[in-house]
Nanobody, 124 residues
């Protein structure tokens, strides 16, 4: 089994920054892609960013590109999401997910382990 625990969410003013972390425990996740998704109230879960197993390839949603950076530390089994220039529309619960394969994907159906989420609220 794999457990994913997110942290770092909170309340921030528009234009501010937050750094989310995801700690993976249990079976090794270093061979798999790791991603962040988010879900706002009344909306479907949407892709935010993904990093491949080696950290050499990343993908970002157009809505966050240029403001968000995903990174992973294989030795510590952690994945981080640095978010800058936050906007009220970034308000959502952010979920960390582990992919079924090592390559990056925007398709949430290709992720088999999920964390419980961390709330990010951006005030205007």
């Amino acid at each position: 089994q794999v457990q994913l625990v997110e942290s770092g969410g909170g309340l921030v003013q528009a234009g501010g920054s937050l750094r989310l972390s995801c700690a993976a425990s249990g079976r090794a996740s270093s061979a798999y892609a790791m991603a962040w998704f988010r879900q706002a109230p009344g909306k479907e879960r949407e892709f935010v960013a993904v990093i491949n197993w080696s950290g050499s390839s990343t993908l970002y949603a157009d809505s966050v590109k240029g403001r968000v950076t995903i990174a992973r530390d294989t030795a510590k089994n952690t994945v981080t999401l640095q978010m800058n220039s936050l906007k009220p529309e970034d308000t959502a619960v952010y979920y960390c997910a582990r992919g079924r394969v090592g390559g990056p994907s925007r398709d949430y159906s290709l992720y088999d382990y999920w964390g419980q989420g961390t709330q990010v609220t951006v005030s205007s």
